[in-house]
């Protein structure tokens, strides 16, 4: 049981370049995450899926696009990368409410941008 | 609106005593809470959940978490710290309302001295 799966876990970028994290869960959950983690400012929500064909902007989502391809698949693309997007990215899913509305997240991406 | 707050964003202990990280929410929703911890360079695993059931709840490594709704709390603890809890915990509140958000505190970190 793999759970949430998250790919690449490290990528340098120059400023400008383009690319894709890929998630992945294997838990037949319907909600989807992207978040952010920066030093002192905890985890911030970049963009969410409640189900499948749905995608809303979370606290932060300016200069990301997410794609939610199947149940099982939601992505967060960069089309232009700059530094300030410099961060650790978590891919979360989380189960319904008569399984307690526990959130599973992968092991995450490290980014730097340059 | 919904909010977590870690009261520290530091807390040092001696290697053999009590571990107390605190954590109060505000939720317009009957809510779940739940502990999260995040060794260096890793993802987040999840220690213990509140989903309305017993209040005083019991998680994984010795840790566990009462929740007091008079008090709109939910603080961690563990009787006698290892060296091996030395990490950073988040304290996340999930509401059960139409909209199920999810905020996360910005983190306490912990340090065990041996």
């Known amino acids: 049981n793999a759970g949430v799966t998250q790919t690449p876990k490290f990528q340098v970028l120059k400023t400008g370049q383009s690319m894709t994290l890929q998630c992945a869960q294997d838990?037949?959950?319907?909600?989807m995450y992207w978040y952010r983690q920066d030093p002192g400012m905890g985890l911030r929500l970049i963009y969410y899926s409640a189900s499948e064909g749905t995608t809303d902007k979370g606290e932060v989502p300016n200069g990301y696009n997410v794609s939610r391809l199947n149940k099982r698949e939601f992505s967060l693309r960069l089309e232009s990368a700059a530094p300030s997007q410099t961060s650790v990215y978590f891919c979360?899913?989380?189960?319904?409410?008569?399984?307690?509305?526990?959130?599973?997240f992968g092991e995450g991406s490290w980014l730097t941008v340059v | 609106a919904q909010s977590v707050t870690q009261l520290d964003s530091h807390v040092s202990v001696s290697e053999g005593t009590p571990v107390l990280l605190r954590c109060n929410y505000s939720s317009s929703y009957s809510p779940s809470l739940f502990w999260y911890v995040q060794h260096p360079n890793k993802g987040l695993q999840l220690l213990l959940k509140?989903?309305?059931?017993?209040?005083l709840v019991k998680g994984i490594n010795g840790f566990e978490a009462e929740f007091k709704k008079s008090e709109t709390s939910f603080h961690l603890t563990k009787p006698s710290a290892h060296m091996s809890d030395a990490a950073e915990y988040f304290c996340?509140?999930?509401?059960?309302?139409?909209?199920?958000?999810?905020?996360f505190g910005i983190g306490t970190k912990l340090q065990v001295i041996p």
């Open positions: 979360a899913s989380i189960t319904g409410a008569s399984s307690g509305n526990t959130i599973y």
């Open positions: 838990m037949n959950h319907n909600s």
């Open positions: 996340v509140v999930r509401n059960s309302g139409g909209y199920q958000k999810v905020t």
């Open positions: 509140y989903t309305s059931a017993a209040t």
